[in-house]
């Protein structure tokens, strides 16, 4: 199958154009607010915080803020450009990404068009991840690992391994998902390793794979906590409670229908196109796609790896059908069409992908049906600032808007800042209000902010020592019976009903 300019321009125009509409997501994420709080308190301060200042719970507890420097990133972008600002960092680092997995499958040989549909099979599974979070450093940064590795064993050129180690040092600032590249480099370290001992590979390359693992290694302590961090990963990486996207990916049914596709790809080309020299490839896709089905938020590592390799066993596929039915190739005149028609739809795609920017006009939406808008308004206005019990997912909104008056029982930083046994008490309790309920008395909490739910207002109703001060259909807001409480529903009651404007909120923050 040969490939002219105009094809390959195709193919370029589609990736980027799938790179744009795949990560036009402009809804606000529910860590968003504490990451840009703890990046500005940073460029504010011009230190890194050691000790914990936004809850209650966990206040003056050591602090490992492993996502520190994409937080500072943040902040500065949304400082100089606010929410535009944060929004096109995105859409660079998604475009970044399809660049970088194209250009890797042209160089392996792959057909462009081909290249192009692996790469937005690729985008689409990882769609869900492009939301406005650390993780997208770890998701380019994986992408530039695979690429170093990819040219390492293609040129035999060491200045390839070498920077692998310098990247470490970046990444282990960035994001703990800096534990998969490490990983990523171990698995190709192992196999090459394997490799020579067989007789697959010249015995010299196993040892300098090795000693690229041990700088990997040593680059893990080029961070503000030093060997902390590490530690910290080690000790934190199979506790995550009951937080979805650690959860386990299922198999079953048709709930990730783009990771089961690639998952399906994956099987189908190496069972039609089995070939000795994809091992390293094929170690780091079975890798990535385990850990995917262990943790759901590991599906994106999956993609980038798997992409390549489908590309290229793909277009060999291609090839050997094209050989043995020759009804089936593809002629230059032919080929040129299926360009023009990926041309078509890439502007169909990036027309699809600028809409959501346009519709917001480049701003942040924020869902006021998911976070609690109106109680957080009300709080503000009233001053009734405290100890608030809450959900974690509420805890980053609640901090950007009313710390450092309102402390938060929990939020998203959980394992970095909150002890282990408190998390514990916390899921269980998630799982049965009532025992929730006892984390009020435990921890001196002043306020409790919950989502509107029967079970929950059932509970706080029957209880006579806490009044409520507010509910809509996303939140109930109560207060801790006593002098304070009288004062602020006497003010509730003169204060003008709450009219509509007053409990929608559209744009960040």
Known sequence: ???????TVAAWLFAVATAIAFSAIVAADSDLWGHLAFGSAILDSGSLPRTDTYSYTANGQPWINHEWL???????????????????????????????????????????????????????????GFTLRPQLASYL??????????????????????????LVVLWVNLHGGVLMGCALIGVVAAWQTLAAT??????????????????????????PYGWQLPAFFAQTLGRHGAIVEWAALPLAGWHYPRFNLMLLAVVVVFGARPRRADGWQLAVVVMTGAAALLH??????????????????GTDLAQAIARRFTAWRLGDRAQRALAAVFV??????????????????????????????AAVQLMRSGGIYGNIALPFDWGEYVIWHLAPQG????DGRFETVYPQPFLDRYYNG?????????LFDDYPTDLVLVPDLPGIADVMAGDAGWVELHSDATARLYLRRGVRADLYLQWLAERPPIGASDTAESFFP
């Open 141 to 166: 940064l994986f992408a530039v690992c695979w690429t170093m590795i990819e040219r390492f064993v293609r040129t035999q050129r060491h200045r390839h391994l070498l920077w692998l180690p310098l």
């Open 296 to 313: 759901q938020r590991h599906a994106p590592f999956f993609a980038l790896a798997a992409a390549p390799y489908l590309a290229q066993r």
């Open 430 to 438: 998630a799982v049965a209000f009532a025992q929730w309920r006892q």
């Open 70 to 128: 994409a937080e500072l990133i943040a902040a500065l972008c949304y400082r100089v450009a606010g929410d535009a600002g944060l929004l096109a960092a995105k859409a660079f680092v998604a475009i970044g990404i399809a660049l970088l997995l194209l250009s890797t499958c042209l160089r392996r040989g792959s057909h462009p068009l081909i290249a192009a549909a692996v790469v937005a099979l690729c985008l689409s599974a990882m769609a869900p």
């Open 407 to 410: 402390r938060v029982s929990v």
């Open 344 to 373: 078509v739809l890439a502007v169909i795609q990036i027309g699809f992908g600028v809409r959501p920017y346009a519709a917001a006009g480049l701003r942040i939406t924020v869902d006021a049906r998911r976070f609690p808008v």
């Open 1 to 7: 199958m040969r490939s002219g300019w105009l094809i």
């Open 198 to 223: 067989i007789g697959w590979e010249r015995p010299s390359h196993w040892r300098g794979w090795w000693l690229t693992v041990a700088l990997a290694a040593l680059a893990l302590l080029v961070n």
